[in-house]
């Protein structure tokens, strides 16, 4: 079953290509650090374009807990 709009007592259904878009992920490790990488992710929905995206650089913490 998919995704409904109810309003006055109606049901009316909506179609998955609504809501649905394509997700782009790109991980790459940092060469000169390898506690280090960069991300990047784009959402791009068919009809509205991209929706969402961010990018950023990363740290890897130090260990905790049992190995």
Request: with cysteine.
């Given at each position: 079953?998919?995704y409904v709009?109810?309003?006055?007592?109606?049901?009316?259904?909506?179609?998955?290509?609504?809501?649905?878009?394509?997700?782009?992920?790109?991980?790459?490790?940092?060469?000169?650090?390898?506690?280090?990488?960069?991300?990047?992710?784009?959402?791009?929905?068919?009809?509205?374009?991209?929706?969402?995206?961010?990018?950023?650089?990363?740290?890897?913490g130090p260990r905790?807990?049992?190995?």
């Amino acid at each position: 079953m998919g995704y409904v709009w109810r309003i006055a007592g109606l049901r009316i259904p909506l179609p998955l290509c609504l809501f649905l878009g394509t997700a782009y992920v790109e991980e790459r490790p940092d060469p000169a650090d390898a506690d280090r990488f960069t991300i990047k992710m784009l959402l791009r929905h068919r009809w509205l374009g991209d929706v969402f995206r961010y990018s950023g650089r990363f740290h890897l913490g130090p260990r905790t807990g049992s190995q």
